[in-house]
């Protein structure tokens, strides 16, 4: 199957009920390990690569790992860019072959945001290319970005209209409590998402696509390996399942999953190092790796995202 632009995987998925997990990518056993569990759970996936990453692993060798993967298996995949910061980051990816853009705005004035996703839209849609926008700022780390939890801010749902209608963007990422990364409250915070501004949005636009980043649930069994064999990570807490559930059932069409996956790799292959300190093939630590992943993505899939059989 060729890659697909977000449009009708988000129809779909909007009048279904269910989200798609939008899963961060970087390197070969990591596209493996997702797209080996969206296959066998016949899940419709959306593959999205950071600024970061795209600098890490390089444009073409990501563009062509998920070539691979798509020659491999019979699904639908959108190839995302996540967190776009500029009108030419985003044309280099449209260009070089992504189906789906996020041009993030999030921190500039209201008029610019619009603006800047405006021009992206236009270029995008000219190319079959689908665009989600960002209002509201979440907390945490994002590449070298630090949004602390007092310049984070609420999406505003009396700016959501306006913005979908000026700029043509094909979904919206808000903001309602989730941040990056695998410190998303405080110890002994109770975690809590703000339903009734993802209520108010979803009043508002009737139909139209939400996004959730910032959505890791920070497994606590990788929590524990990562701390049982020699890491040090005691107050990660991140979103309980049942929230991105209820999210999922409404206008939550994409849920951006991360921290969860990098957890997972680094908890397993510190076992292996733990296990067998003599190890020195890269095989015998990213192979354990690649099926953890595995492992956490069907999890999201089967209990958190209700995308099985979806494809
Ligand atoms: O939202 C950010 C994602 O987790 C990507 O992180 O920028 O470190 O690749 P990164
Ligand atoms: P997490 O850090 O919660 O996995 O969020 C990832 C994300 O939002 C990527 O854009
Ligand atoms: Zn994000």
Do not use: W
């Amino acid at each position: 199957m060729a890659l697909v632009n977000s449009r009708e995987m988000f129809k779909k998925a909007y009048e279904g009920g269910y989200a798609i997990g939008a899963f961060n990518v970087n390197n070969m056993e990591i596209i493996q390990g997702i797209t080996t569990a969206a296959s066998e759970l016949n899940a419709p996936l959306i593959l999205q690569v950071s600024a970061g990453a795209r600098k890490y692993a390089n444009h073409t060798y990501l563009v062509k790992l998920v070539e691979a993967a798509l020659a491999l298996n019979d699904l639908p995949i959108v190839l995302h860019l996540d967190h776009g910061d500029s009108f030419e980051l985003c044309k280099s990816c449209i260009d070089g072959g992504f189906t789906s853009v996020m041009i993030d705005g999030s921190h500039l004035p209201f008029e610019e945001n619009i603006a800047l996703t405006r021009r992206v839209v236009e270029y995008a849609h000219e190319r079959n290319v689908t665009v989600e926008g960002e209002l509201g700022r979440l907390a945490g780390i994002e590449d070298a970005i630090n949004v602390s939890a007092e310049d984070a801010s609420y999406t505003r749902p009396e700016e959501v209209e306006e913005f979908v209608e000026k700029t043509g963007c094909d979904s919206l990422a808000i903001a309602i409590g989730t941040s990056h990364g695998a410190f998303k409250f405080k110890p002994g915070q109770k975690p809590q998402l703000r339903f009734d501004i993802l209520d108010e949005v979803a009043r508002r636009l009737p139909g139209f696509p939400i996004v959730l980043h910032g959505a890791s649930s920070v497994i606590p069994k990788y929590v524990e390996m990562i701390n049982t064999y020699g890491g040090n990570m005691p107050d990660a807490i991140g979103i309980p399942e049942e929230m991105l559930r209820q999210a999922a059932r409404g206008a939550v069409c994409k849920i951006n999953i991360d921290s969860d996956l990098r957890l997972a790799m680094t908890a397993t292959i510190r076992k292996v190092f733990h296990d067998k300190p003599a190890e020195f093939d890269p095989r015998k630590y990213l192979g354990p790796a690649r099926e953890a992943i595995a492992e956490i993505v069907a999890h999201k899939i089967e209990h958190v995202l209700g995308c099985a059989g979806k494809a």
